[in-house]
């Protein structure tokens, strides 16, 4: 027994010898962890790391052997962000995924609230490992909030121009003053603008094609307008191609998205006006591009076309009931579609208003017998050509704006001037253009838009010789500006919209109702007249003349819109006598019924011309 007792006792102290040394060596590994984080900044209470994980454990724990809970992988906390008003803040977060790829987040705080489902699923898309349990999960939460940094960043919600530089998600362009600029949002599908393949490869399977296509070159020349649009305090608005299917319009919208990202870039009008809010927003100060304009509800058009084009989307209130800031941006859009704008919006009932065909305009993309391309530089067909810019869209992108930036900010007052010169050649080319062949003057709808082409012309030329685009001199400005000649002839008149649209729907009554409704001024018909709307006279040329009743004129033919403005502009255009004192209406001696205040329509009203 003795024997038994001496072996359980000797088991004991071999045991106790091995705890001994487990305990000490796992002292020695925990203090070689404290050794390693004292060299760097220091972690929250509780966090360190052990190769590439984050693990956590207690330090209020009275045990001898803490056990570590497993976060995620290795995540570090690099800087603190805020605003330039101390608001917005966030943290800087950089980590590895599985391919070895470092991400660098700039991360709301506003994502830690509530469950953290939102922080999680921004770091899990990015690749990042986090522990399965609940306890990890918050843990997780915990770490970021906790951590602070002493480095510094100011953040910005959105890309484009802060304080003289350009922000895009990856990068600032620029001088940014004492502290780093990095963008920070809560959307978890901020656009990438990314870059594959050289310049000269973008040059030469891309922006080589575009001498000779009027349309080609519109829209990428388009691509480089929309960040002077802040430095010349101009309105955004958008360009819709339109025609038949398989001419072409997609081929070059992706061959101008490729001016600044990758296949990504491209967008769908498909979407909820919450949806295209958010889509403008991440295009702040860039090219939005979006394709197939029937894929919107008709009812929607207009008013995302207002909307993309003014910068702003809804006020909302906050769950609190308090005022929510909207969201704003500034930028040119370029879309495609089988109908024009106003043909979409016609299916629902209505017409298009003039200050949304006025936002976006419409631009016809068949020009020739290859489609929307009139110069098929070597290709065998249009589509051959279409599908090669489809392909090269998708293999050299992104690097060409970089560039333009990059000169952009570092000579800004040359490009302004350079732009405002050009700018000013082109209004001045097209209004001598225009006075030429009419004595009408530019009304203010056709010059705002002049002014977008001008503005697309002057970008266009600027990227050239910045050495970007590599074509001829003036191949931008001469066919931008063809493209405009072409829309001012679709358009069919230099009037403003609305008074072409006011002149047509009167001139559509008399055509429909001319016999019907208007009773002979010298004898009474045979047959009764229903919903008599006037009288009419015969002069001694054989035209007619109408006298129309003052309540007819009002609720008939101009239902739906003002009618003293439509009496005034039928006085200008000599389709309405005023009476001597300069009234809309005259005293007129009716067959029948005497002295009444009605309207006299002059022949000129049944001429379409």
Same mark, same amino acid.
């Given at each position: *027994? #003795?024997?038994?007792?001496?072996?359980?006792?000797?088991?004991?102290?071999?045991?106790?010898?091995? !705890?001994?040394?487990?305990?000490?060596?796992?002292?020695?590994?925990?203090?070689?962890?404290?050794?390693?984080?004292?060299?760097?900044?220091?972690?929250?209470?509780?966090?360190?790391?052990?190769?590439?994980?984050?693990?956590?454990?207690?330090?209020?724990?009275?045990?001898?052997?803490?056990?570590?809970?497993?976060?995620?992988?290795?995540?570090?906390?690099?800087?603190?962000?805020?605003?330039?008003?101390?608001?917005?803040?966030?943290?800087?977060?950089?980590?590895?995924?599985?391919?070895?790829?470092?991400?660098?987040?700039?991360?709301? *705080?506003?994502?830690?609230?509530? #469950?953290?489902?939102?922080?999680?699923?921004?770091?899990?898309?990015?690749?990042?490992?986090?522990?399965?349990?609940?306890?990890?999960?918050?843990?997780?939460?915990?770490?970021?909030?906790?951590?602070?940094?002493?480095?510094?960043?100011?953040?910005?919600?959105?890309?484009?121009?802060?304080?003289?530089?350009?922000?895009?998600?990856?990068?600032?362009?620029?001088?940014?003053?004492?502290?780093?600029?990095?963008?920070?949002?809560?959307?978890?599908?901020?656009?990438?603008?990314?870059?594959?393949?050289?310049?000269?490869?973008?040059?030469?399977?891309?922006?080589?094609?575009?001498?000779?296509?009027?349309?080609?070159?519109?829209?990428?020349?388009?691509?480089?307008?929309?960040?002077?649009?802040?430095?010349?305090?101009?309105?955004?608005?958008?360009?819709?191609?339109?025609?038949?299917? $398989?001419?072409?319009?997609?081929?070059?919208?992706?061959?101008?998205?490729?001016?600044?990202?990758?296949?990504?870039?491209?967008?769908?009008?498909?979407?909820?006006?919450?949806?295209?809010?958010?889509?403008?927003?991440?295009?702040?100060?860039?090219?939005?591009?979006?394709?197939?304009?029937?894929?919107? #509800?008709?009812?929607?058009?207009?008013?995302?076309?207002?909307?993309?084009? !003014?910068?702003?989307?809804?006020?909302?209130?906050?769950?609190?009931?308090?005022?929510?800031?909207?969201?704003?941006?500034?930028?040119?859009?370029?879309?495609?579609?089988?109908?024009?704008?106003?043909?979409?919006?016609?299916?629902?009932?209505?017409?298009?208003?003039?200050?949304?065909?006025?936002?976006?305009?419409?631009?016809?993309?068949?020009?020739?017998?290859?489609?929307?391309?009139?110069?098929?530089?070597?290709?065998?067909?249009?589509?051959?050509?279409?599908?090669?810019?489809?392909?090269?869209?998708?293999?050299?992108?992104?690097?060409? $704006?970089?560039?333009?930036?990059?000169?952009?900010?570092?000579?800004?007052?040359?490009?302004?001037?350079?732009?405002?010169?050009? *700018? !000013?050649?082109?209004?001045?080319?097209?209004?001598?253009?225009?006075?030429?062949?009419?004595?009408?003057?530019?009304?203010?709808?056709?010059?705002?838009?002049?002014?977008?082409?001008?503005?697309?012309?002057?970008?266009?030329?600027?990227?050239?010789?910045? !050495?970007?685009?590599?074509?001829?001199?003036?191949?931008?400005?001469?066919?931008?500006?063809?493209?405009?000649?072409?829309?001012?002839?679709?358009?069919?008149?230099?009037?403003?919209?609305?008074?072409?649209?006011?002149?047509?729907?009167?001139?559509?009554?008399?055509?429909?109702?001319?016999?019907?409704?208007?009773?002979?001024?010298?004898?009474?018909?045979?047959?009764?007249?229903?919903?008599?709307?006037?009288?009419?006279?015969?002069?001694?040329?054989?035209?007619?003349?109408?006298?129309?009743?003052?309540?007819?004129?009002?609720?008939?033919?101009?239902?739906?819109?003002?009618?003293?403005?439509?009496?005034?502009?039928?006085?200008?255009?000599?389709?309405?006598?005023?009476?001597? #004192?300069?009234?809309?209406?005259?005293?007129?001696?009716?067959?029948?019924?005497?002295?009444?205040?009605?309207?006299?329509?002059?022949?000129?009203?049944?001429?379409?011309?």
């Amino acid at each position: *027994m #003795d024997n038994i007792a001496s072996g359980l006792n000797q088991n004991e102290t071999v045991l106790e010898e091995t !705890n001994y040394q487990d305990s000490c060596r796992r002292a020695e590994e925990l203090e070689e962890v404290f050794k390693q984080h004292s060299q760097k900044e220091s972690l929250p209470d509780g966090f360190y790391f052990s190769g590439n994980r984050l693990e956590y454990s207690d330090p209020n724990k009275d045990e001898e052997e803490p056990s570590l809970i497993y976060v995620c992988s290795k995540l570090e906390v690099t800087a603190c962000t805020r605003d330039q008003n101390n608001q917005n803040h966030g943290r800087l977060l950089k980590f590895k995924d599985i391919d070895d790829y470092e991400h660098l987040i700039a991360l709301p *705080m506003e994502l830690l609230a509530g #469950d953290g489902t939102k922080l999680r699923e921004l770091l899990l898309s990015n690749g990042l490992e986090i522990g399965a349990s609940k306890r990890s999960r918050q843990l997780l939460t915990l770490y970021i909030q906790a951590s602070h940094p002493k480095k510094r960043v100011r953040c910005v919600p959105q890309i484009g121009w802060h304080n003289g530089c350009f922000v895009l998600p990856d990068t600032a362009i620029g001088e940014t003053g004492e502290e780093e600029v990095l963008l920070q949002t809560v959307a978890m599908n901020v656009q990438k603008y990314s870059c594959r393949g050289s310049l000269q490869e973008w040059q030469q399977n891309i922006a080589a094609y575009c001498p000779g296509n009027s349309r080609f070159t519109f829209a990428i020349a388009s691509a480089f307008a929309p960040p002077l649009l802040e430095l010349l305090c101009i309105e955004g608005g958008g360009t819709n191609i339109k025609g038949h299917s $398989s001419t072409g319009k997609t081929s070059i919208l992706k061959a101008a998205a490729s001016v600044w990202g990758g296949s990504d870039y491209l967008q769908r009008w498909r979407a909820t006006a919450n949806g295209l809010e958010a889509m403008a927003g991440g295009h702040n100060h860039t090219l939005l591009c979006l394709d197939e304009l029937s894929q919107i #509800d008709p009812e929607s058009a207009g008013e995302a076309a207002y909307m993309l084009a !003014n910068g702003g989307g809804k006020t909302r209130a906050d769950r609190g009931g308090q005022y929510r800031s909207p969201v704003r941006w500034q930028l040119l859009f370029l879309s495609t579609g089988e109908l024009s704008l106003a043909h979409h919006i016609l299916q629902t009932g209505k017409k298009a208003r003039a200050g949304q065909e006025v936002r976006v305009i419409d631009l016809d993309a068949e020009v020739g017998r290859h489609g929307i391309f009139e110069e098929l530089h070597g290709m065998a067909s249009g589509a051959q050509l279409a599908d090669h810019l489809s392909e090269m869209s998708q293999s050299y992108y992104g690097i060409a $704006s970089r560039v333009f930036l990059s000169n952009l900010v570092a000579q800004t007052k040359e490009a302004i001037l350079f732009v405002t010169e050009v *700018m !000013n050649r082109f209004q001045a080319h097209v209004a001598e253009r225009i006075l030429k062949s009419a004595t009408n003057l530019l009304c203010g709808q056709v010059t705002r838009v002049a002014r977008r082409f001008a503005l697309i012309a002057a970008a266009g030329e600027l990227a050239n010789k910045m !050495n970007i685009t590599g074509w001829p001199e003036q191949t931008a400005y001469s066919l931008v500006y063809q493209c405009f000649i072409d829309w001012i002839s679709s358009r069919g008149s230099l009037m403003p919209q609305e008074e072409d649209a006011g002149l047509e729907k009167v001139r559509l009554f008399f055509q429909l109702h001319g016999d019907s409704r208007f009773a002979r001024w010298e004898q009474e018909s045979d047959r009764a007249i229903i919903q008599r709307a006037g009288f009419k006279k015969q002069d001694a040329e054989g035209t007619w003349e109408f006298y129309v009743f003052s309540e007819v004129f009002k609720s008939e033919i101009c239902k739906g819109i003002d009618p003293s403005y439509i009496a005034k502009i039928c006085i200008k255009h000599g389709l309405l006598l005023p009476s001597s #004192d300069g009234k809309t209406t005259r005293s007129e001696r009716l067959p029948g019924i005497g002295p009444t205040r009605c309207y006299r329509f002059t022949p000129k009203v049944l001429d379409e011309n």
